[in-house]
Nanobody, 113 residues
Framework: QVHLVESGGGLVQAGGSLRLSCAAS????????MAWYRQPPGKRRELVAD???????DYLDSVKGRFIISRDNAMNTWNLQMNSLKPEDTAVYYC???????WGKGIRVTVSS
């Protein structure tokens, strides 16, 4: 059975940094793309960043230059380094294996002004 577990969220002041991690268990996913989504309060879930099996990355325009997605295939984990955080980054963040129904339960990130 596949499980995805996020860690690293919390409360941070604007301008600060957080690092989210997602650990997958149950099987290996080295050939899949991994992603981070977020759902701000009262808004729809949106794709923040993804990384394919070759390491090619893509980002939501509003986080380009501030967020970095990475993966460790040996550990079956992927991370989201979030720098220069803004209050509008406040959301519940979810990790996902692209093109599957495998999702983490979500982790809250709150950025205070």
């Amino acid at each position: 059975q596949v499980h995805l577990v996020e860690s690293g969220g919390g409360l941070v002041q604007a301008g600060g940094s957080l690092r989210l991690s997602c650990a997958a268990s149950g099987r290996t996913f080295s050939g899949f793309s991994m992603a981070w989504y977020r759902q701000p309060p009262g808004k729809r879930r949106e794709l923040v960043a993804d990384i394919d099996s070759t390491g090619t990355t893509d980002y939501l325009d509003s986080v380009k230059g501030r967020f970095i997605i990475s993966r460790d295939n040996a550990m079956n984990t992927w991370n989201l380094q979030m720098n220069s955080l803004k209050p509008e980054d406040t959301a519940v963040y979810y990790c996902n294996i692209r093109l599957t129904n495998y999702w983490g339960k979500g982790i809250r990130v709150t950025v205070s002004s």
